[in-house]
Structures are given as structure tokens and as C-alpha cells.
């Protein structure tokens, strides 16, 4: 009896499926729900974010990056090496000025 009732449970999920076919439907649903709502979740946080960056301004935010930029250009500036002038025959070593 048991068996029975699980192969009727099987061919009533077969059958789902095939109308779901017929019909032009995904075999997942709610799939469109969920998309949707992983959208407009997104679209929340986006604003969220804008609403954010005006409240503390564009120009201070420009000033933040021009700054970032100054700090970033400071640890990768190559120490300057002054020209001596060479005497053949003679090898120098140049002296690196100190960077403050």
C-alpha cells in the first residue's frame, strides 16, 4: 500500500512537470520572486549609499582622495641622487640626500 502511495506521489510530481512544460514555465519557482527581491535589496543599499556620500560632501571627499593620492606618491618617491661629476679612472659612489 505504502508503495503505491509513493508511486502516485511520483507521477503527480511527473505530471506537475510536464504541464509546467506545456505551459512555458520554469521548473523552478518563485525564481522570478527572488530575483526581484535581490534587486530592490540592492537598489536600497545603493541609495543608501548616495545618500551617505552627500551628506559628507563632495569636495571633502575630493579633498580626502587628493590627499590619499599625496601619501600614496610619498612612499613611492625614489630618493634623489645628486650629479657629481665623474673623473675617468676614478669609481664614485653617489650619496643619497636624505628625504624628510
Same mark, same amino acid.
Given at each position: ?6 508511486e502516485?506521489?511520483? &507521477? !503527480? #510530481?511527473?505530471?506537475?512537470? *510536464? $504541464? =509546467? /512544460?506545456?505551459? %512555458?514555465?520554469?521548473?523552478r +519557482? @518563485?525564481?522570478?520572486?527572488k530575483?526581484?527581491?535581490k534587486?530592490?535589496e540592492?537598489? &536600497? !543599499? #545603493?541609495?543608501?549609499?548616495? *545618500? $551617505? =556620500? /552627500?551628506?559628507? %560632501?563632495?569636495?571633502?571627499? +575630493? @579633498?580626502?582622495?587628493?590627499e ?17 661629476? =665623474? ?12 628625504v624628510?
Amino acid at each position: 500500500m505504502s508503495e503505491e502511495r509513493g508511486e502516485v506521489k511520483w &507521477r !503527480r #510530481e511527473e505530471n506537475k512537470e *510536464k $504541464r =509546467r /512544460e506545456r505551459e %512555458g514555465k520554469s521548473k523552478r +519557482r @518563485g525564481e522570478k520572486r527572488k530575483r526581484k527581491k535581490k534587486r530592490e535589496e540592492c537598489e &536600497r !543599499r #545603493e541609495k543608501k549609499r548616495r *545618500k $551617505r =556620500r /552627500e551628506e559628507k %560632501g563632495e569636495e571633502e571627499r +575630493r @579633498g580626502g582622495e587628493e590627499e590619499e593620492k599625496d601619501k600614496v606618491l610619498q612612499v613611492f618617491q625614489v630618493p634623489q641622487v645628486p650629479k657629481v661629476p =665623474r673623473v675617468l679612472g676614478v669609481p664614485q659612489v653617489p650619496q643619497v640626500l636624505q628625504v624628510s
